[in-house]
C-alpha cells in the first residue's frame, strides 16, 4: 500500500483547507486510517481516525468540531475537512493506513500503524 496526501497549502486564520490522502492496492477497504500532525520542534500527535468501514470516526479534542475526516473506498481516498484554522493547526500532516481494529484506542495510536504518506504542509497566516 502506497499512501500520498496532498491539499497542504498556507491559509489565513480561519480558513478552511482539506487535505487528501490518495491509496493504491486493494486493500484500501481493510484499512483503518488517520491523520497525524507534526509540527517544528514538536512530537507527532494524532489528529482524526476513521475505521475501515468509515463508520467510525476519531479526532482529538484540540480539533473536534472543527475537523471533519472521511473515507471513499471505491476512490480509495481519505480526506481530512479543516475549518477555522488557526497557528496551532500549523504543521505537516500525515496520512497513515494499517489493517486495524475499529476502537478509538487502535486507531489514535500512531505506531498501529505500517503505512504513511509523505506528508504536507499546512502554514496558518495571522
Known amino acids: 500500500v502506497q499512501l500520498q496526501a496532498s491539499g497542504g497549502g498556507l491559509v489565513q486564520a480561519g480558513g478552511s483547507l482539506r487535505l487528501s490522502c490518495a491509496a493504491s492496492g486493494n486493500t484500501f477497504r481493510n484499512l483503518g486510517m488517520g491523520w497525524f500532525r507534526q509540527a517544528p520542534g514538536k512530537e507527532r500527535e494524532f489528529v482524526s481516525a476513521i475505521s475501515y468501514s468509515g463508520g467510525y470516526t476519531y479526532y482529538a479534542d484540540s480539533v473536534k468540531g472543527r475537523f471533519t475526516i472521511s473515507k471513499d473506498n471505491d476512490k480509495k481516498m481519505v480526506y481530512l475537512q479543516m475549518n477555522s484554522l488557526n497557528a496551532e493547526d500549523m504543521a505537516v500532516y500525515y496520512c497513515?493506513?494499517?489493517?486495524?481494529?475499529?476502537?478509538?484506542?487502535?486507531?489514535?495510536?500512531?505506531?498501529?500503524?505500517?503505512?504513511w504518506g509523505q506528508g504536507t504542509l499546512v502554514t496558518v497566516s495571522s
Open positions: 497513515a493506513g494499517d489493517i486495524l481494529g475499529g476502537s478509538g484506542y487502535t486507531l489514535k495510536e500512531a505506531r498501529n500503524y505500517g503505512y
